[in-house]
């Protein structure tokens, strides 16, 4: 689903999503997707600030505000945990994490190119022509909207962006290679580095990920690997907050 907005409601509608496609005919939604409902909204909440950094999670209160159970809330909690968006201690329960310092940024974007850049190599032969109109499908639909400084506004570009790279990254189909990717939690915790600013060099993006694309469908390995290179050592150079944090090693590495 896609976050809306509006006035306070009870069930899936509470958490603020657009449920209403669903045929009401069908079984109840399955814990699963109300856990993943349930997960979307709260790290709604802690990108745009309702929830703040340190701020401890009370989870029957937190179940009560969204109109479900707390069995969706802890495992909505537990995932979010994983990501590094709340942080989990033994009898103290779950807090807003701490938001991303300059140094975390930069280790956060040096392990990407390690993982990103691996998954590439590894898994360059199982580039399909399918796969690379799935990325161009997702680059076109970045291409063609347009994004406000909100989180609300650029939510949309979150997924597509997310989608895009994690593609690449389950290129080797190695389980372990995607699971240290999703622990990185690159795409839950960087947006609130973004809310109040919004995706301002998104032109910037759709060109870079347009060199991808066109590598990976003449299946050039090296020049696949140095567009996506670019690409993530360009947007770190693009962060405000670089300068504050301590050298970034690959712009050592090219100057």
Do not use: C
């Given at each position: 689903?896609?976050?809306?907005?509006?006035a306070?409601?009870r069930?899936?509608a509470?958490?603020?999503?657009?449920v209403?496609?669903l045929?009401?005919t069908?079984?109840?939604?399955r814990?699963?997707?109300?856990?993943?409902l349930?997960h979307?909204?709260?790290?709604?909440?802690?990108?745009?600030?309702?929830?703040?950094?340190?701020?401890?999670?009370?989870?029957h209160?937190?179940?009560?505000?969204?109109?479900?159970?707390?069995?969706?809330?802890?495992?909505?909690?537990?995932?979010?945990?994983?990501?590094r968006?709340?942080?989990?201690?033994?009898?103290?329960?779950?807090r807003?994490?701490?938001?991303?310092?300059?140094?975390?940024v930069?280790?956060?974007?040096e392990?990407?190119?390690?993982l990103?850049?691996?998954?590439?190599?590894?898994?360059?032969?199982?580039?399909t022509?399918?796969?690379?109109?799935?990325?161009s499908?997702?680059?076109?639909?970045?291409?063609?909207?347009s994004?406000?400084?909100?989180?609300?506004?650029?939510?949309?570009f979150?997924?597509?962006n997310?989608?895009f790279?994690a593609?690449?990254?389950g290129?080797?189909g190695?389980?372990?290679?995607?699971?240290?990717?999703?622990?990185?939690?690159?795409?839950?915790?960087?947006?609130?580095?973004?809310h109040?600013?919004?995706?301002?060099?998104?032109?910037r993006?759709?060109e870079?990920?347009?060199?991808i694309?066109?590598?990976?469908?003449?299946?050039?390995?090296?020049g696949?690997?140095?567009?996506?290179?670019?690409?993530?050592?360009?947007?770190?150079?693009?962060?405000?907050?670089?300068?504050?944090g301590?050298a970034?090693?690959?712009?050592?590495?090219q100057?």
């Amino acid at each position: 689903g896609r976050w809306r907005g509006g006035a306070p409601r009870r069930g899936p509608a509470a958490l603020g999503w657009d449920v209403s496609s669903l045929d009401q005919t069908r079984a109840p939604l399955r814990k699963a997707n109300l856990a993943s409902l349930a997960h979307d909204e709260i790290l709604r909440r802690i990108t745009v600030g309702e929830l703040r950094e340190g701020e401890k999670i009370v989870l029957h209160d937190l179940a009560r505000s969204l109109g479900v159970s707390p069995i969706p809330i802890r495992e909505a909690l537990s995932r979010l945990s994983a990501e590094r968006t709340v942080t989990y201690e033994p009898n103290r329960g779950f807090r807003v994490a701490p938001a991303l310092g300059p140094d975390e940024v930069a280790d956060l974007f040096e392990a990407r190119l390690v993982l990103e850049l691996g998954a590439l190599e590894v898994g360059m032969a199982q580039v399909t022509d399918a796969m690379v109109a799935e990325l161009s499908l997702i680059n076109d639909r970045i291409r063609r909207r347009s994004y406000g400084p909100r989180f609300e506004d650029f939510a949309d570009f979150i997924l597509d962006n997310a989608r895009f790279h994690a593609i690449l990254v389950g290129l080797p189909g190695n389980p372990l290679v995607q699971e240290a990717y999703d622990r990185l939690g690159y795409h839950q915790r960087i947006p609130r580095t973004m809310h109040g600013r919004g995706i301002v060099d998104a032109a910037r993006i759709v060109e870079e990920h347009d060199a991808i694309v066109a590598a990976l469908r003449a299946r050039d390995r090296d020049g696949a690997r140095a567009a996506l290179r670019a690409h993530i050592v360009d947007a770190y150079d693009r962060l405000p907050m670089r300068e504050a944090g301590r050298a970034f090693r690959p712009l050592q590495a090219q100057a």
